[in-house]
């Protein structure tokens, strides 16, 4: 158990829709990144929080946004949802300095038909 | 644009092999880390090398980071089907690039 908790595990949608993810990081982390993993993409930084503010963006597309709450917990939205945005979403937290090691929580499978 | 290339991109052995994964990149890291993931899991850090010509090993697992710091391998031993999984490495600047990933699948 790497400490790092998503929810859901699972998400079913259909294309157009919105959802959020939700990510609870390791304690003591302040920092959350997120990635979305897919077969012909592999793992792909999406963007990163240091407590409470933005540090760091990757392949983020405009339709996604997240953010960091002042208890540390990310929210990663991702709404007008098209079925290429089928992937899996990991949270990754770590203490914050570049390089730090990042645990991985299970990640958040979305399927959107 | 993927910084970080590995070799081979999928590898299927018998158990009791020796492999090599190849981590190649033409930009340098202040550090590079190996992770394992299973199937409906995330990565699990396996190791973080942070000196130029640095050999780490775990058990039947050997870590060695380029003098340049730009590229790294992993070496099993005698491969057992429970280090079946992908295999990422991670190099960190600025922010974190993860690998193109190698899969492997040991056969018992």
């Known amino acids: 158990d790497s400490g790092v908790t998503q929810t859901p595990k699972h998400l079913i949608t259909a294309t157009g829709q919105r959802v959020t993810l939700r990510c609870s990081p390791r304690s003591g982390d302040l920092s959350v990144y997120w990635y979305q993993q897919s077969l012909d993409q592999g793992l792909q930084f999406l963007i990163q929080?240091?407590?409470?503010?933005?540090?760091a963006k990757g392949n983020i597309l405009e339709r996604f946004s997240a953010q960091q709450f002042p208890d540390l917990h990310s929210e990663l939205n991702l709404s007008s949802l098209e079925l290429g945005d089928s992937a899996l979403y990991f949270c990754?937290?770590?203490?914050?300095?570049?390089?730090?090691?990042?645990?991985f929580g299970a990640g958040t499978r979305l399927s959107v038909l | 644009t993927q910084l970080l290339e590995q070799s081979p991109q999928f590898l299927s052995i018998q158990e009791g092999e020796n492999l090599t994964v190849y981590c190649n990149s033409s930009s340098v890291f202040s550090s590079l880390q190996w992770y394992r993931q299973e199937p409906g899991e995330g990565p699990v850090l396996l190791v973080t090398v942070v000196t130029g010509g640095e050999v780490k090993k775990l058990k039947r697992l050997t870590f060695q980071f380029g003098d340049a710091r730009k590229d790294s391998s992993l070496h099993i031993t005698a491969a057992q089907p429970g280090d079946t999984g992908l295999y990422l490495c991670a190099g960190a600047s600025n922010q974190f690039y993860f690998g193109t990933g190698t899969s492997l699948t040991v056969i018992p």
């Open positions: 990754a937290s770590s203490a914050g300095r570049p390089g730090n090691i990042q645990y």
């Open positions: 929080y240091y407590n409470g503010e933005e540090r």
